[in-house]
């Protein structure tokens, strides 16, 4: 039975990943967001241009997806700044009506058989000062407060069961990936200021504050989970945790980042990089000019992830946050036990950076 899978989000962290994964799987791809997917280029995916906050032009659109039989859903929206706005009305309410702009036409036009879509531990409350059960796990109440995954999960569970489709929910923790520009991936962030600390003659401080322990996943990890949901019986109607499984902290991880990005570590630096590392674009435009990095404006490469940095590497916090540990039983006992080394991960990452001339080499 032909297998084609729409990708919507797709120049995002698991909408790259999951692009490729599927094509890597023998699915037939399609990539949808509004700008072209920079990582799939000249992999032959058929790309739709798509502004998911214009009705009509998802509905155009939905015109020719009729051969679409499986969605992975990964765009979202998010205001400047990205953390005071995961609360805030507009922000949610737009990304309600983005899935349902998405998904109203084309329910009429294809015959839809699974839909995957992303949710995050936020789910649990603890950016609305909830503290998280410890391990947070699926099967726990709905914790209430503003958050646009309630909108979207009551709308797909609406939808699937009138329609008859079948869906999967992923709640990822930190994830991780080669994509600039997004609004929550820190290998560029970390890496830009590294070279603008080694181009100033300073340290590869860590910033942070408290050591705050974490759970991370790997976009490929992501985009294994997805592609193993679409067909599955064990994750129909199911949501699921996902982290790389294991934890870490970024203060011990520091010094594996330093030797792959080629700097020296030096004593502890209460930096926010939010603010850092704008106030000093003019350093990484000499570094840039210096190794002959590719001409991306700043904005561009940073997207909003720099304001994730602060708040993951808990800058400013003189003990450690809350603990934001989920439990992974659930899918690994569904069938998916791929697992990922975070420290590993990570450099991976930064080191792909460096290939691709976005940050400069390590030598």
């Known amino acids: 039975m032909t297998k084609t899978v729409l990708i919507v989000g797709a120049s995002g962290l698991v909408g790259t990943a999951a692009a490729l994964e599927f094509a890597d799987s023998g699915w037939t791809v399609i990539t949808a967001s509004r700008r072209d997917p920079e ?58 009506q983005m899935l349902r702009n998405l998904l109203e036409p084309l329910r009429k036009s294809a015959t839809l058989r699974h839909v995957s879509l992303l949710q995050g531990t936020k789910a649990y409350g603890i950016t609305a000062g909830v503290p998280m059960r410890v391990p947070a796990r699926e099967a726990q109440a709905r914790v209430k407060h503003p958050n646009f995954y309630w909108l979207q999960e009551d709308y797909l569970r609406e939808t699937s069961a009138k329609d008859g489709f079948a869906f999967t929910i992923f709640r990822p923790q930190l994830i991780v990936g080669p994509n ?43 985009a294994g989970a997805i592609v193993w949901a679409a067909d599955a019986p064990n994750a129909v109607s199911e949501t699921f945790n996902l982290t790389n499984g294991e934890v870490f902290s970024f203060r011990d991880m520091w010094p594996a980042m330093s030797a792959s990005l080629g700097v020296e570590t030096g004593p502890d630096e209460s930096i926010s990089l939010a603010e850092y590392i704008p106030a000093n674009a003019h350093v990484w435009q000499r570094v840039v000019e210096r190794y002959g990095l590719r001409s991306i404006a700043l904005d561009d490469l940073l997207g909003e992830s720099h304001f994730y940095a602060d708040m993951c590497l808990a800058y400013g916090a003189n003990a450690a946050p809350d603990p934001v540990f989920v439990s992974t039983v659930k899918i690994r006992q569904a069938g998916f036990t791929m697992a990922w080394n975070t420290e590993d991960s990570f450099c991976y990452w930064l080191s792909d950076l460096i290939n691709r001339k976005i940050l400069p080499p390590a030598a």
């Open 39 to 96: 990582l799939l280029a000249g992999r032959g995916f058929r790309h739709v241009s798509l502004d998911l906050m214009d009705p009509g032009a998802c509905e155009k659109a939905a015109q020719s997806l009729s051969d679409v039989t499986h969605v992975v859903y990964t765009a979202v929206f998010e205001l400047p700044g990205l953390i005071a706005g995961w609360s805030d009305p507009i922000q949610i309410e737009t990304n309600g």
């Open 180 to 222: 600039h520009g997004v609004v929550m991936n820190l290998p560029p962030v970390i890496g830009i200021y590294a070279a603008i600390r080694k181009e100033l003659g300073l340290p590869f401080s860590f910033p942070g504050g408290a050591t705050w322990v974490w759970e991370a996943a790997d976009a490929r990890l992501v």
